[in-house]
């Protein structure tokens, strides 16, 4: 996606979020055990002035660093005004090796927007507001590529024991708007092919692509999802995305 797309889908979904804090903000987060809404939002807060450090000095935060006493509607606004005032290809180091830009902090916060405002709908007991299927596909790639894969890989013990009893087959996660990966999960660490490449796997799930996206992040159920071949190993898939989607 675009970082000028990202940041519209990033500005839209901060204020959603913003407003069912107002609403509820001593409400318990079902999808956050132990969160308050107060706590969504403070940590919300604390996500965005983080990577405003990023981005304004080129560096990341000392182990001192403590965040600005403002609330979450100025961090948005900080942010915003950061990554509206940045090239996207401008270099600034990231947690992921291969992307070290503002685009890659762009791309990661609105998806950290998104889940988060979903979470924030189910604590606040609004109606989920629409998710663009672009955002949802990207969406996708991004938790299986980036949290998944690379997090498996360089963070092998986030994962506990969970990689150990993993013996290398692979699950074919599609949606339907577009966007195809083969996971194969092996104890070495989860390797994701974003193609058609290497056939369907073991088993298969398919599904519009918000369904995918909030199966995956385990913030939506099965339901409008396709399974496919062994069912029990989509379910080794889902419980291993517990560990990157706290």
């Given at each position: 996606?675009?970082?000028e797309?990202?940041?519209?889908?990033?500005?839209?979904?901060?204020?959603?979020?913003?407003?069912?804090?107002?609403g509820?903000?001593?409400?318990?987060?079902?999808?956050?055990?132990?969160?308050?809404?107060?706590?969504?939002?403070?940590?919300?807060?604390?996500?965005?002035?983080?990577?405003?450090?990023i981005?304004?000095?080129?560096?990341?935060?000392?182990?001192?660093?403590?965040?600005?006493?403002?609330?979450?509607?100025?961090?948005?606004?900080?942010?915003?005004?950061?990554?509206?005032?940045?090239?996207?290809?401008?270099t600034?180091?990231?947690?992921?090796?291969?992307?070290?830009?503002?685009?890659?902090?762009?791309?990661?916060?609105?998806?950290e927007?998104?889940?988060?405002r979903v979470?924030?709908?189910?604590a606040?007991g609004?109606?989920?507001?629409?998710i663009?299927?672009?955002?949802?596909?990207?969406?996708?790639?991004?938790?299986?590529?980036?949290?998944l894969?690379?997090?498996?890989?360089?963070?092998?013990?986030?994962f506990?024991d969970?990689?150990e009893s993993?013996d290398?087959?692979a699950?074919?996660?599609?949606?339907t708007?577009?966007g195809?990966?083969?996971?194969?999960?092996?104890?070495?660490?989860?390797?994701?092919t974003?193609?058609?490449?290497?056939?369907?796997?073991?088993a298969?799930?398919?599904?519009?692509?918000?369904t995918?996206?909030?199966?995956?992040?385990?913030?939506?159920?099965?339901?409008?999802?396709?399974?496919?071949?062994d069912?029990?190993?989509?379910?080794v898939?889902?419980e291993?995305?517990?560990?990157?989607?706290?």
């Open positions: 996606m675009r970082t797309r990202l940041r519209e889908c990033l500005a839209a979904d901060a204020a959603r979020l913003r407003e069912a804090v107002a509820a903000p001593a409400a318990p987060v079902p999808t956050c055990p132990g969160w308050t809404m107060t706590d969504l939002a403070d940590h919300v807060t604390t996500v965005y002035l983080h990577k405003v450090e981005i304004r000095t080129g560096a990341f935060p000392g182990e001192d660093w403590e965040p600005a006493g403002v609330g979450l509607d100025r961090a948005y606004a900080e942010l915003a005004e950061e990554l509206a005032a940045r090239d996207p290809a401008e600034v180091p990231s947690w992921y090796p291969a992307d070290q830009t503002v685009g890659f902090w762009a791309r990661r916060m609105a998806h927007t998104l889940i988060h979470d924030g709908e189910l606040a609004l109606p989920q507001a629409p663009p299927a672009d955002l949802a596909v990207d969406g996708v790639d991004e938790v299986l590529v980036r949290f894969e690379h997090g498996s890989r360089n963070w092998p013990d986030d506990g969970a990689l993993l290398g087959r699950v074919r996660v599609s949606t708007a577009g195809s990966w083969l996971v194969r999960l092996a104890p070495d660490g989860v390797t994701v974003t193609d058609e490449a290497g056939g369907d796997g073991e298969t799930v398919t599904g519009d692509p918000v995918v996206l909030l199966w995956l992040w385990r913030r939506g159920g099965p339901d409008g999802l396709s399974f496919g071949g069912t029990a190993l989509v379910e898939l889902h291993l995305m517990a560990k990157p989607t706290l």
